[in-house]
């Protein structure tokens, strides 16, 4: 049995599969067929979708609710996230679980709604003052798409932290054929809640507190400001510091837990194409050709954008002499490449007109 | 039971006050302090459970009072408490959810007030409006009196105060209410705003005694003389029964049910296709080139191939060109552009526009079919000329496809019926489809 479906439809399966009961979210394209399916989706099941004022109000709304105890996601595109970026940041200090979806389309600015981009690489990032770490996944297709979101919901409450789905328009709203398997259900998590004592802790830094929730046990606190473990304000240097080193720490000292990878290898190969998102389809053809052709390449697919699996990386460079990265930006992840590859030649494919990346293209660049 | 809040404990049966030990950070003569002395005294005498209560401060100098009390505590960015209150209300309605903000916040965030008053979930909002930002070196905001000197009016501020009762009042609020830091019935009011269900605001003005008391020589005589004067008079401005929101949704979804996941697609017809067959359909938007495409795709899938179906249109929904690329395989393709598409259904001159540079590219085995009143493409293909007779636009984007994919022998007309008879407007699409087979191909 087979079914036919988009992106964005098998985002909303795998939230709902995830045990998500909360979303906000304000219409964009190419996003806005997850808030539509969420109207239908959560109500039904005793959740809240609700259309905010506009996309501030949207990741707001749900942080209050994750701090009330949902499993809370928003979804939008480019022009969506410049807004959403300080409440970002807010969730990072606050440690709050949150899935944040990114569809993806042409920038900058208004750009274009309908045509594909993958220019939020790096803006996924940094796109919050302070510089702290996020967790940022890339689906290749839309089976991708339902495991990466039901995965995405783990890791926001592994860490307590928000996790950026990052896709694209041609993931989102591609309709594809998928076999009926890759939708299987999941079994949710309960929440471990503490019910007591402070909501935060920042030894050891690596280490990751039972989120409290408001309504469960005693009462407590939670403040965007520079705080203590009992989240009052602090301006105090050596609680500050423990701070600001336990939000890097928990996601940065967990890159093998997070890393996300799909290593193809070819003995012999001297040439390694790196992908993610919707260009690794491409990649991966293109890996497939060439070797019909009689060429040593190997393919490594990224699916855990962010941290960077550097370990991974460096890893498939044995005996690799060439590394080839398709983007739909201008070289937005070759740079983080780039820091790993030593000497290695690095060379980028990359289209910002709106189309796809075709596999010929890859194809010329592997020679 | 035992309640604790910084390092703090407090018997919740003989719970005295809600304020910790803490003592308050504000100004001397700062109206602050005393307004959250009445918020003590409100929830002391509605008798709230602290641990069921959430304080949501705001930024600037009221933005600090939430540390002072004993209750839960959410302290976000500047503008959007009302945001984080509602997304606490709305999953949880059992929790009593108040805003503390000042004039500041109240500005910045006028989308959420806006949204928040029409919407009437159920928070209490208390504004502790001293007329400009004392935080940050008494700056006008938007509460400012008109021609008020600020450091940001030195001539006077030539803007008009926002009315934040009557704002809240004409957008659906149930409660608001325009008060003074020195009024008795402060408590009295919390009170009120507190046990109204929906939206509740309570406009209270303060004296900034570090900056605005002292560039308009402002006292708490001047202050009552001004708000008559102006037209901001004290008292109860709206107070009306609504449905709250939290509770009105969850009646409005009691009794949905959770749709059906879609019924997967049985593999029950077969193809005969050995190889990735490409097809563009070509045509403007209103012409149900996506749906018509969708429809042959699942035809596809019936007979065991995989589909991929990416369309391509303007923002614009009911005008320009709308094209639709569909690839059909015996395997899984990645999702890639359509770069020699074997064949191409072009059925309007928005959709040959938009499509010309991949006719230009076709391989001369391509086959290209049109209708009557497409220009003549540019391009090496085979090109034949469909004539869907006197159909609807719509139907005939249906039958010209469906002619072109079973002349071809791409998918049996059986599959493209059984993926019709199980879609909706089944009927429809079926005489489309029976009319597609007595049309003349070329």
């Known amino acids: ?157 592994r860490f307590r932290c928000p996790v950026v789905l990052l896709t694209d328009k041609e993931v989102a709203t591609t309709l594809t054929t998928v076999d009926a398997a890759a939708f299987a259900p999941v079994a949710v998590v309960e929440r471990e809640l503490a019910t007591a004592g402070a909501p935060y802790r920042y030894a050891p830094a690596a280490d990751v507190p039972a989120l409290r929730r408001y309504g469960a046990g005693d009462a407590f606190r939670f403040t965007g400001s520079t705080h203590d473990e ?9 609680t500050v510091d423990a701070l600001n080193r336990h939000l890097a720490a928990k996601v940065e000292k967990h890159v093998e837990e997070l890393t996300l990878v799909e290593l193809d290898w070819q ?88 189309d796809l990346i075709g596999l010929e293209e890859i194809l010329e660049a592997v020679g | 039971m035992t309640v604790v809040s910084g390092d703090l404990a407090t018997d919740l049966t003989t719970l005295e006050t809600f304020r910790n030990a803490l003592p308050y950070p504000f100004c001397p003569g700062c109206g602050h302090g005393g307004v959250l002395d009445r918020l003590d005294e409100a929830l002391r005498r509605l008798g ?59 500005g910045i965030g006028g989308a959420h007030l806006l949204a928040a008053a029409r919407r009437n979930v159920g928070i209490t909002v208390v504004v502790m409006n001293n007329l400009n930002f004392g935080m940050t070196g008494g700056q006008h905001s938007t509460t400012t009196p008109s021609g008020a000197v600020t450091s940001t009016t030195p001539g006077g501020n030539l803007e008009q105060p926002l009315d934040l009762c009557a704002t809240v009042a004409v957008n659906g609020a149930a409660y608001a209410h325009r008060a003074t830091q020195w009024d008795d019935d402060l408590a009295d009011r919390l009170v009120e705003a507190i046990e109204t269900p929906g939206f509740a605001l309570l406009d209270v003005w303060e004296l900034c005694t570090a900056y605005f008391v002292k560039g308009n020589r402002l006292s ?53 296709l050995d190889r990735p067959y490409g097809v563009v359909v070509a045509g403007s938007a209103g012409g149900r080139v996506r749906s018509a495409a969708r429809l042959i795709a699942e035809a596809a899938v019936r007979c065991g191939l995989w589909a991929t179906q990416r369309d391509d249109y303007p923002v614009t929904v009911q005008a320009g060109h709308s094209v639709t690329e569909l690839l059909l395989s015996p395997a899984p393709q990645p999702l890639a552009a359509l770069e020699t598409p074997e064949l191409m259904v072009v ?36 090109v034949v000329v469909a004539d869907p007779g006197r159909l609807a636009r ?5 039958a010209v496809l469906v002619t072109a994919i079973t002349a071809l022998g791409v998918l049996p007309a059986q599959a493209i019926r059984a993926a019709a008879s199980a879609g909706a407007h089944a009927s429809a699409n079926l005489a489309a489809i029976e009319a597609a087979t007595s049309l003349p191909l070329g």
């Open chain 1, 267 to 354: 003995p012999g190969a001297r040439t390694l194409v790196v992908s993610y998102g919707v260009t690794a389809g491409a990649a991966r053809a293109a890996v497939e050709a060439a070797r019909q052709r009689g060429r040593a390449v190997a393919s490594l697919v990224i699916r855990s954008l962010w941290p960077v699996p550097e370990a991974a990386i460096r890893a498939a460079l044995g005996g690799i002499e060439r590394v080839i990265v398709p983007e739909l930006n201008l070289g937005q992840y070759r740079r983080e490449i780039e820091r790993l590859t030593g000497d290695r030649e690095v060379i980028g494919v990359n289209r910002v007109d709106g």
């Open chain 2, 394 to 398: 719509g139907d005939a984007t249906l």
């Open chain 2, 347 to 382: 059925l309007s001159e928005d959709g040959r526009r938009r499509v010309s540079s991949t006719l230009r590219r076709l391989r001369a085995d391509a086959t290209v079919v049109t209708v009557a009143g497409v220009a003549a493409p540019e391009t090496p293909a085979r």
């Open chain 2, 220 to 272: 708490r005589r001047g202050m009552e003389a001004l708000m008559e004067e102006r037209g901001f008079r004290r008292g109860t401005v709206v107070h009306r029964a609504v449905d709250e929101y939290a509770a009105a949704y969850r009646h409005a979804h009691q009794a949905d049910a959770p749709a059906a996941p879609p019924a997967p697609i049985a593999i029950d017809h077969a193809a005969t």
């Open chain 2, 48 to 106: 709230r459970d602290p641990a069921r209560t959430v304080l949501v401060s705001d930024i600037g100098c009221s933005g600090l009072s939430d540390q002072y009390f004993v209750t839960n505590a959410f302290h976000g960015l500047h503008g959007r408490s009302i945001t984080y209150a509602s997304g606490i209300k709305l999953a949880d309605p059992a929790l009593e959810v108040i805003v503390l903000m000042g004039d500041g916040s109240a």
């Open chain 1, 1 to 157: 049995m087979r079914e036919y479906v988009d992106g964005n439809a098998a985002i909303v399966r795998g939230a709902v599969a995830a045990g998500c009961t909360f979303f906000a979210g304000y219409p964009i394209t190419p996003a806005s067929g997850i808030l539509m399916a969420m109207m239908r989706e959560l109500p039904a099941r005793g959740g809240v979708a609700i259309q905010g004022e506009d996309e501030i109000a949207s990741i707001g709304m749900c942080i209050g609710a994750a701090m009330a105890g949902s499993r809370a996601m928003t979804a939008t595109s480019g022009p969506g996230m410049s807004l959403m970026g300080e409440n970002l940041g807010l969730a990072i200090m606050g440690e709050v679980p949150l899935v944040v979806v990114d569809v993806q389309r042409l920038g900058p600015a208004t750009g274009g709604a309908t045509t594909v981009g993958q220019g939020d690489v790096q803006f996924a990032r940094w796109g919050t003052p302070g510089g702290f770490p996020t967790i940022a996944l890339a689906p290749t297709d839309a089976a991708d798409a339902y495991r990466l979101t039901i995965r995405a919901f783990e890791l926001a409450d």
């Open chain 1, 230 to 238: 009992r989240a009052m304000i602090t301006k105090d240097r050596p």
